[in-house]
T-cell receptor, first 109, second 112 residues
Framework: GQNIDQPTEMTATEGAIVQINCTYQTSGFNGLFWYQQHAGEAPTFLSYNVLDGLEEKGRFSSFLSRSKGYSYLLLKELQMKDSASYLCAPNTGGFKTIFGAGTRLFVKA | EAQVTQNPRYLITVTGKKLTVTCSQNMNHEYMSWYRQDPGLGLRQIYYSMNVEVTDKGDVPEGYKVSRKEKRNFPLILESPSPNQTSLYFC???????????FGSGTRLTVV
């Protein structure tokens, strides 16, 4: 079966660093996406990891360990506008991507 | 501007009244997909299409139909909507072999 686990909610302070974890079990695996979704809006693409390791893109970084079925999204220098849901989404092959329920991040002043 | 356009944004309808949600993309993407999003369940794939006249079921296809007669358009059809199809629907597209969907703005459907 397919299973994606990520925390339901997290709270962090403006200017801080937060790490959002995701574990997954899928029948196939090509890579893992992270998307950001503000309330009532469409998801927007943040990152795609295919190989193990950390990929950095500005304030956002994403890490993947294929052998452990584990990924995290690291957000640095948090801003109020980072308050959103973050969706972990493994690509399971055949151009199919499945989505976790998402982690709602609240950034407080 | 590169985008996926969905219409309508909001729709309230009655049980059994056929409806169509349109989706159009201007990026010449081969791959298009429909998702529904419900609280606590994440995005679940309804149908997808890898090119014109090529469609396949996703995880929750029951009660839905799609067609892909042109590359840019991928309408979602509910022949006989029921209240359990009340949801937020997203259309998405991407280039085959490349990561990252572009999503439409969403359609909030209520079936009473």
């Amino acid at each position: 079966g397919q299973n994606i686990d990520q925390p339901t909610e997290m709270t962090a302070t403006e200017g801080a660093i937060v790490q959002i974890n995701c574990t997954y079990q899928t029948s196939g695996f090509n890579g893992l996406f992270w998307y950001q979704q503000h309330a009532g809006e469409a998801p927007t693409f943040l990152s795609y990891n295919v190989l193990d390791g950390l990929e950095e893109k500005g304030r956002f970084s994403s890490f993947l360990s294929r052998s452990k079925g584990y990924s995290y999204l690291l957000l640095k220098e948090l801003q109020m506008k980072d308050s959103a849901s973050y969706l972990c989404a493994p690509n399971t092959g055949g151009f199919k991507t499945i989505f976790g329920a998402g982690t709602r991040l609240f950034v407080k002043a | 501007e590169a985008q996926v356009t969905q219409n309508p944004r909001y729709l309230i309808t009655v049980t059994g009244k056929k409806l169509t949600v349109t989706c159009s993309q201007n990026m010449n993407h081969e791959y298009m997909s429909w998702y529904r999003q419900d609280p606590g369940l994440g995005l679940r794939q309804i149908y997808y299409s890898m090119n014109v006249e090529v469609t396949d079921k996703g995880d929750v296809p029951e009660g839905y139909k799609v067609s892909r007669k042109e590359k840019r358009n991928f309408p979602l059809i509910l022949e006989s909507p029921s209240p359990n199809q009340t949801s937020l629907y997203f259309c998405a597209s991407s280039l085959l072999g490349e990561g990252g969907y572009t999503f439409g703005s969403g359609t909030r459907l209520t079936v009473v």
